[in-house]
């Protein structure tokens, strides 16, 4: 059975830097695109960012610059670096995992990032 366990979300003042982790389990790592998405009270879930298994990257063009999305496939762990932070970048973060081709698509519960200015 497929687990994404997400950590790392807080509270940080405008300008800070937070760094997102999901740890995959139950699942070849290695094969999975990974990405990070964002929903903010009222508005829809967004993608923040995704890397594949090749290690390229796609990025929302609000955090382009700002954030990096990496993966570490021995530790079965995605990061999501997160620098300058801003107030609108407040919202539950949200680690997905599928395997293109593949009906495999998980979801892990969320981590609330809150930014204050």
């Known amino acids: 059975q497929v687990q994404l366990v997400e950590s790392g979300g807080g509270n940080v003042q405008a300008g800070g830097s937070l760094r997102l982790s999901c740890a995959a389990s139950g699942v070849i790592f290695s094969i999975t695109v990974m990405g990070w998405y964002r929903q903010a ?3 829809q879930r967004e993608l ?3 890397i594949s298994r090749g290690d390229n990257t796609n990025y929302a063009s609000s955090v382009k610059g700002r954030f990096t999305i990496s993966r570490d496939n021995a ?3 995605v990061y999501l ?3 300058s ?3 609108e ?3 539950v973060y949200y ?3 599928r395997v293109p081709g593949t009906n495999i698509d ?3 519960k969320g981590t609330l990032v809150t930014v204050s200015s």
Do not use: F
Request: glycine letters at 8%; one cysteine or more.
């Open 41 to 43: 009270p009222g508005k």
């Open 75 to 77: 530790k079965r762990t």
């Open 81 to 83: 670096q997160m620098n």
């Open 85 to 87: 932070l801003k107030p």
């Open 48 to 50: 923040v960012a995704d």
């Open 95 to 97: 680690c997905n995992l």
């Open 89 to 91: 970048d407040t919202a």
């Open 106 to 108: 998980y979801w892990g």
